[in-house]
């Protein structure tokens, strides 16, 4: 995928045209004063698209495999379902 970088001025600027680019599949990458602060990221319509957008935007990183199902954190004491206390601490 294709990134472009621009100004916080010149994203100003040329709003509109940047946006094009982001529904094209680009990533605008927003500086200011030559530092990224920002990204205007299209908008992805999977799940799997959007990890992988997550990923190479840098905010997670997976190695692919899949998790391993965690223990319960806690025990019920009574043979209620969870779905049964909440609604009865409710009342």
């Keep these: 995928m294709k990134e472009t970088t621009v100004s916080i001025r010149g994203l100003k600027s040329r ?5 094009r680019r982001a529904k094209a599949g ?3 990458e ?4 030559g530092k990224p602060v920002g990204r205007i990221v299209p908008v992805a319509s999977s799940l799997e ?3 992988e ?5 840098g ?4 190695n692919g495999r899949k998790l391993k199902p965690l223990k319960p954190v806690a025990k ?3 043979k209620k379902t969870v779905a049964e206390l909440v609604v009865e ?3």
């Design 15 to 19: 709003l509109s045209h940047y946006l």
């Design 53 to 57: 957008a997550a990923r190479r935007s």
């Design 30 to 33: 927003i500086t200011e004063r």
């Design 76 to 78: 019920l004491r009574t």
């Design 49 to 51: 698209e959007r990890i």
């Design 89 to 91: 601490d409710r009342r």
């Design 26 to 28: 680009q990533i605008v």
């Design 59 to 62: 905010l997670v990183s997976w």
